[in-house]
């Protein structure tokens, strides 16, 4: 059993930064890849950022020069830091993890970049 629960989301400033931590917790010791994902309303579900195990990282246009993806392997954390944030940012973030050709997701963080 895989659970990923991520946190540090909320109301932000355009311009201002949040980081989001997600948390796994279960059976598997290293995922593949571990990511980020987000959904605005509307709209479909698009990757953001996302880490190999080696460390690689994939970003999406959008974000690229603003966010930082990281992850620790031991404490099987992922961590995106979000800066200059914009009010299309807006969205629900979600954490994914791969391992062995399946995808585990979180619940989603809100994250709403507001004036």
């Known amino acids: 059993q895989v659970q990923l629960v991520e946190s540090g989301g909320g109301l932000v400033q355009p311009g201002g930064s949040l980081r989001l931590s997600c948390l796994a917790s279960?059976?598997?010791?290293?995922?593949?890849?571990m990511g980020w994902y987000r959904q605005a309303p509307g709209k479909q579900r698009e990757l953001v950022a996302s880490?190999?195990?080696?460390?690689?990282?994939d970003y999406a246009d959008s974000v690229k020069g603003r966010f930082t993806i990281s992850r620790d392997n031991a404490k099987k954390t992922v961590h995106l830091q979000m800066n200059s944030l914009k009010l299309e940012d807006t969205a629900v973030y979600y954490c994914?993890?791969?391992?062995?050709?399946?995808?585990?997701w979180g619940k989603g963080t809100l994250v709403t970049v507001s004036s």
């Open positions: 880490i190999i195990i080696g460390g690689s990282t």
């Open positions: 994914n993890a791969r391992w062995a050709g399946m995808d585990y």
């Open positions: 279960g059976s598997i010791f290293t995922f593949t890849r």
